[in-house]
């Protein structure tokens, strides 16, 4: 171990030296190439994320237009459904008639049975009367 510390004491001039001038590449290296290239990578996302926002603008302007056009067709639907609405309305005060008429249908049927008893009954006494009109034989 004091050996490599004696070592290193005798010859710190030539280390410092190798140090000072590898120090000095590294900030040559650093300033010249890492740097700029940094700086290309800054531009570069710089320009990804301008295109990223257009994009994304464009999507936006998309679903924008796309939703207008949905909702003008959900317009269009809602007036065709209040159509069909009217029409069912209207078809249901039609079969409430129907219903009403069948109803008074079945009750003249009532009615015409009734007529057509009577009217049996009526023939039947005046074929009654008739005979007990009738002078004996």
Do not use: C, H
Request: glycine share 2%; net charge neutral; no cysteine.
């Amino acid at each position: 171990m004091r050996k490599i510390w004696r070592w290193t004491q005798d010859n710190a001039g030539p280390i410092t030296v190798t140090l000072a001038v590898l120090g000095g590449f590294a900030a040559i290296i650093q300033f010249s190439v890492v740097r700029p290239m940094q700086q290309g990578f800054t531009a570069v996302n710089q320009r990804i994320d301008d295109q990223i926002r257009y994009i994304d603008q464009r999507f936006d302007d998309q679903d924008r237009s796309i939703n207008q056009r949905f909702d003008a067709v959900n317009q269009r639907f809602d007036a065709v459904n209040q159509r069909f609405d009217a029409v069912n309305q209207r078809f249901d005060a039609q079969d409430r008639r129907i219903e009403d008429l069948v109803r008074d249908v079945s009750e003249l049927r009532k009615l015409n049975d009734r007529v057509i008893r009577n009217e049996t009954r009526i023939d039947i006494l005046i074929e009654q009367l008739q005979t007990a009109d009738a002078p004996a034989p």
